[in-house]
């Protein structure tokens, strides 16, 4: 499998049994992910993302199969030339946003600059509608997820741009009607048999495997596909196939 | 072997009438590696919370149809809303436990667990010796349900009421302050229902209060067998604990005389 889902750090609010790369590699080989796109937890958080992105992906880039992904805040004056940087410095597969923890819009005119610039490097824009369960968030840090309905729009104005929602609720991912250039992983996603539920509303072409850890445990997103009630095409189309296609991969 | 003790019979559009079969949930359970599941009762398909007695009474006898059909896979709990006349609700333990097939009780968000109206019913639990699963959930600024029982909600029912086993369900919800708040309180298990697979709570919860004091559970419907199992065969804990979590301490807490 291809777990597009995956970051490595530490977090404040979560103690993770897998916060180093190669254990982090080791475990999600034991779980069948072969190849996971990663970004680094402290970059939400911290000021300057690439201050911990660089120690992220220096460490991953001796691990084979973890791949980087760049966060980005648009807010931050040095945003472009920063990830230009990046992109000439590492292999990037894809950047993540956080508008709820950075505090923009995706209707914000700097986030059109934001896309231009991913479109001209080849880099899908990964959306975190959100990080934990807001149910569980720590009292004095409540952040509401970014609606998916935001999302599509988004992703709609910007029909070149290749858009991914992470961590989605089955609710909010299913609502989604415009959705031409927009994926979604599963990790969030649960409903009774899930997968066959997802593809109920929408086509396999626009699910990924994701499984969000280490904040989740990697076991129960792998089984979501391991005991899916779906064909063996959607099924690896899911797994794999998708993930390959949209990041540009080795197969 | 894997037994299931937090489920529902929610599929469809089912209602307390002419609810819709429950064999597509079993098939489901059994592709998963489930080889029983303990049914909770089908609640809120009335709508509402503090479900009025004929509700209550439909809800147990249908969950106790269900155990009746499939008796070597369902093991079933009497719902109780406690807010409803004393004296018909011990009357309805002893008709869905005493004189019938239910082997414990169920208690939701129909009332605080610290309000003195739930001490007859676990008096009666007690004289019963049948286990009460009650719904917690740790609501620091969730307010939407006034009645529902936090963590130190259950261990103030746990302390009065030390000879009852007591099922804190939502190991997710909970979290790492639930299980401290019943750490005191060796009547206490935590069931793994619900919620997201949040990693490292399984290690957490087996290293605070030992591998006797968790149950797998999945909250189905609305919950997928596989993610939920999935967090239990996950977790970085030996195979003996995943072992107890899956099915042995189900199989004390249940009495099912399984021991292999």
């Known amino acids: ?251 | 072997m894997i037994i299931d003790i937090h489920t529902h019979h929610f599929l469809g559009r089912e209602t307390l009438k002419s609810p819709e079969p429950v064999e597509p949930l079993m098939r489901l359970a059994k592709q998963a590696g489930v080889t029983r599941m303990n049914l909770l009762g089908n609640l809120f398909r009335t709508g509402k919370i503090r479900p009025p007695a004929r509700d209550l009474k439909a809800i147990n006898t249908l969950t106790m149809r269900q155990v009746r059909a499939y008796p070597d896979f369902f093991t079933g709990f009497c719902y109780l809303n406690p807010v409803l006349d004393g004296r018909f609700l011990i009357d309805e333990i002893d008709r869905c436990v005493a004189d019938g097939n239910l082997t414990g009780l169920k208690f939701e968000i129909d009332l605080n667990c610290r309000d003195p109206r739930l001490d007859p019913l676990l008096d009666r639990a007690r004289e019963l010796d049948i286990p009460v699963l009650h719904h917690s959930w740790h609501n620091i600024d969730l307010c939407t349900q006034p009645y529902k029982s936090d963590p130190p909600d259950i261990a103030d029912l746990a302390a009065r009421h030390p000879q009852v086993t007591i099922i804190m369900p939502h190991l997710a919800g909970v979290g790492v302050r639930g299980v401290l708040d019943v750490l005191p309180h060796p009547n206490v298990l935590i069931d793994t229902s619900g919620g997201l697979s949040v990693a490292g709570l399984i290690e957490y919860a087996v290293d605070r209060l030992g591998p006797g004091r968790l149950l797998y559970g999945s909250d189905v419907n609305g919950r997928d067998f596989s993610c939920q199992i999935g967090r239990v065969l996950g977790a970085q804990v030996s195979a003996k604990v995943k072992e107890q979590i899956l099915w042995r301490n189900a199989a004390r807490v249940l009495k099912l005389g399984i021991t292999e």
């Open chain 1, 1 to 251: 499998m291809i777990d597009v889902n995956v970051s490595l750090g530490r977090w404040p609010f979560q103690r993770f049994l897998f916060d180093a790369a190669r254990p982090l590699a080791r475990h999600l080989k034991s779980c069948g992910i072969r190849k996971a796109l990663v970004a680094s937890t402290e970059s939400v958080l911290y000021p300057d993302p690439d201050v911990y992105d660089e120690a992220c992906f220096e460490q991953i880039r001796e691990v084979p199969g973890l791949l980087p992904v760049k966060t980005v805040n648009p807010v931050l004056a040095t945003w472009r030339t920063s990830l230009c940087d990046f992109a000439d410095r590492y292999e990037l597969k894809a950047i993540r946003l956080y508008p709820s923890y950075h505090r923009y819009g995706l209707d914000d005119p700097i986030v059109n600059e934001l896309v231009k610039t991913a479109i001209k490097l080849k880099l899908p824009v990964m959306v975190a509608v959100r990080v934990e369960d807001e149910r569980q968030q720590y009292s004095l840090m409540q952040v509401p997820g970014v609606p998916l309905a935001a999302i599509a729009k988004f992703a709609a104005a910007h029909p070149r741009a290749r858009v991914v929602a992470l961590n989605g609720y089955f609710h909010e991912i299913v609502a989604v009607k415009e959705r031409r250039n927009l994926y979604f992983d599963i990790a969030f996603a649960e409903l009774t048999d899930t997968l066959r539920a997802l593809t109920e509303y929408m086509p396999a072409r626009q699910l990924l495997f994701g499984s969000q850890t280490p904040f989740l445990t990697t076991k129960a997103a792998a089984m979501k596909v391991e005991l899916a009630n779906i064909s063996q095409g959607n099924c690896e189309r899911i797994a794999e196939g998708n993930a390959v296609s949209l990041f540009r991969l080795d197969r």
